[in-house]
């Protein structure tokens, strides 16, 4: 790759919609729960690059609410994945001062996926660099319903006003009250939608697709779409003469 990525430029927040493992694990005659168990790779790829770059927040779609749905011996082999993935990976975070965080309905995971993800996040909460945000059983409607539940108790009980509900109040409702919403979503195996994944957050986010298949996912493509990014001029509503600072 000859184009050199702009270090005062790098996305502050990539979101990552990690799709094909299953049409990847097809194409090579085996069961889809191959695919998810070969995904790993993409997945460290995707967080060391960031790093490198100094993204300061990277948050992985693992599993959404819809995923429920799938077959039974598909989400206990993906349960089981994300335990040992989470076993395997905590070391190496804490090593490299890596921050686990989660978003989504996380009690409707099974006892043994909540006690390791409480543990990963014990361990590295004093971590001072990029963090890893897994959403887990987690929705963008889901989400907002949450939210509005939330909201709707405050005003009940008389916390809150229905006058003084604001864009600022409902951000500060949802899973990611804390995290800055992200300026790259990046989806692979060349879908192209975003699949009830954080719909409030995405409002001016730039969506990068790529035909990759996510297990095939690598540091390069991670790349490729920082530079596409770069290439962008984010307006946000003006025109780009008001971007660029002109009358």
Not at 206 to 222: A, C, G, I, Q, S
Request: hydrophobic share 40%; glycine share 6%.
């Amino acid at each position: 790759m000859n184009e050199v990525i702009d270090k005062g430029n790098i996305p502050r927040h990539i979101a990552v919609i990690m799709d094909g493992n299953g049409r990847w694990a097809q194409k090579k005659g085996a069961m889809r729960i191959f695919g998810h168990r070969n995904a790993l790779a993409a997945v460290r790829d995707a967080i060391e690059g960031s790093a490198e770059l100094g993204v300061d927040f990277i948050t992985l779609y693992a599993f959404s609410t819809e995923n429920w749905s799938r077959p039974k011996d598909e989400v206990d082999a993906l349960m089981e994945i994300l335990v040992q993935a989470i076993t395997d990976e905590v070391p190496t975070m804490m090593k490299n001062n890596i921050k686990l965080e989660t978003i989504g309905d996380i009690d409707s995971l099974p006892d043994s996926c909540r006690k390791h993800l409480k543990m990963g996040k014990e361990k590295t909460k004093d971590n001072t660099g990029m963090t890893v945000v897994l959403a887990l059983s987690y929705s963008g409607r889901w989400e907002l319903e949450k939210a509005v539940q939330a909201i709707v108790k405050k005003v009940v009980n008389g916390e809150l006003s229905a006058e003084a509900i604001n864009q600022k109040v409902i951000g500060e409702h949802l899973n990611t009250a804390n995290i800055p919403d992200p300026e790259l979503l990046i989806r692979t195996s060349g879908e192209i939608r975003i699949s009830n994944f954080m719909l409030w957050q995405l409002a001016y986010t730039e969506l990068y697709f790529t035909e990759v298949l996510w297990p095939d996912f690598r540091k390069k493509h991670l790349h490729e779409a920082i530079l596409a990014f770069q290439k962008r001029e984010r307006r946000f509503g003006k025109t780009g003469a008001q971007t660029k600072g002109s009358n």
